[in-house]
């Protein structure tokens, strides 16, 4: 049958119109219910959303730069109390030395002269006992005087003090084992033994002073050579009122570490608290240490708290001066309520606070405010809001917040 040309056009424009309905329908819309997004199962905007789940927070802050410098607890620096001219040099960087060894020979006047304040001091109080004790003896046999007798005490009272001078100048010399008070009976020789242990035999007949450490440990710095004139108040040219020691001397084993952290890291921060250091000579191994000290101050300038922490260096691998990497490790008994950690991606900003979606099924999103904590390495620490285990969408969360608000 033939239809006429006027219903075959309209019949073909009905045609079109239901193609063209069909094809503009597109997919169902999700659904809305409050904070949650709800997507059929084909919808296309699913192929823009992506979801990762949560892990527990184990690192209370990560790769914060610190410096390592000596432990001043078994740290010292030496400096000369006498002026001089230096002879001999005895120990070189990298020596171990013991208490009281020997560093530098110095030919020094000024410990010349203590040494013969010392031996005159003793000559004279050993003549002021012998008369002090002959005074006496006489007075008790009726031959002598009163008077004698109190000429000889005050005579052997000053030659004591005198003793008493010599021997606080020698040990204001570097020396405790020097004659004292216990040798006011002392021979002579005895304290000439003493004072020759205390500058070494042959240094005290050539009145040298020898430099000695207090601490065992390893020479780690020296600024002194041979003929080099040195005096108890050398200080460096170029640095003002700093002294520049002769010697230092350290036990490298263990290190001092300084970090500064961030005023909001401070409740994450407590004595006794593991680190991990890295260094750019090892980026393959890690070094173990300790929080010991968090200053109580804040720096103004920096907003910052000084940290200080003990390294382990048993290999000697870690050098003083270093710049490292520290994480700080969180408490285990905190790990309960120390958080997530989420990427930094996942989170969204409404007004003054931090939004995410959470992925309750397949499809199905709900908006959450959480309580975050400070970004480092693209990564965000959630306190509240969001538990260890969860999904949460770190692609497209902006996507759903324009479908939850497509106004906002």
Avoid at 331 to 358: H, N, Q
């Amino acid at each position: 049958m033939v239809r006429p040309l006027g219903l075959a056009i309209a019949l073909g424009f009905a045609g079109c119109h239901k193609e063209d309905d069909k094809a503009e329908k597109g997919p169902p819309e999700p659904k809305v219910d409050g904070e949650t997004v709800q997507f059929v199962a084909d919808a296309p905007q699913l192929a823009s959303i992506s979801v990762q789940a949560t892990e527990p927070r184990k690192i209370a802050i990560t790769h914060v730069t610190g410096r390592l410098y000596w432990d001043e607890e078994t740290t010292v620096r030496i400096f000369i109390p006498v002026q001089g001219r230096v002879t001999s040099v005895l120990k070189d960087v990298g020596a171990y030395v013991s208490p009281r060894e020997a560093l530098a020979e110095v030919d020094s006047p000024d410990f010349a002269q203590a040494l013969a304040d010392a031996r005159t001091a003793l000559g004279n109080l050993m003549a002021s006992e012998k008369g002090l004790s002959r005074a006496k003896s006489l007075l008790e046999h009726g031959f002598g005087a009163a008077k004698d007798l109190e000429a000889a005490e005050a005579a052997y009272i000053s030659a004591l003090a005198e003793r008493d001078r010599a021997a606080a100048r020698l040990n204001n010399y570097g020396g405790s084992d020097l004659p004292g008070t216990e040798l006011e009976r002392a021979a002579g020789d005895r304290l000439e033994a003493k004072i020759a242990s205390f500058a070494g035999n042959d240094a005290a007949k050539n009145a040298r002073y020898l430099l000695r450490t207090p601490l065992s440990g390893v020479v780690v710095d020296k600024s002194i050579n041979p003929g080099q004139e040195v005096r108890a108040d050398m200080m460096l040219a170029n640095v003002g009122p700093i002294t520049n020691p002769l010697f230092t001397v350290s036990d490298p084993s263990t290190l001092w570490l300084q970090v500064d952290v961030a005023e909001s890291d401070l409740p994450a921060l407590q004595v006794g608290l593991p680190l991990k250091i890295i260094c750019k000579a090892f980026p393959k191994k890690t070094f173990d240490g300790e929080i010991t000290k968090i200053a109580d101050t804040m720096d103004p300038a920096t907003r910052t708290v000084k940290v200080r922490g003990v390294v382990k260096n048993p290999d000697l691998l870690l050098k003083a001066e270093m710049y490292v990497t520290v994480n700080v490790l969180e408490d285990v008994a905190k790990l309960a309520t120390a958080g997530v950690e989420v990427p930094a991606t996942a989170l969204f900003m409404k007004k003054e606070d931090s939004f995410l979606f959470i992925e309750e099924s397949p499809g199905r999103y709900r908006r959450q405010k959480v309580k975050v904590g400070v970004e480092q390495d693209n990564k965000v620490t959630v306190f509240e809001g969001v538990k260890a285990g969860q999904k949460v969408v770190t692609e497209g969360a902006l996507l759903l917040q324009s479908v939850v608000e497509p106004e906002g």
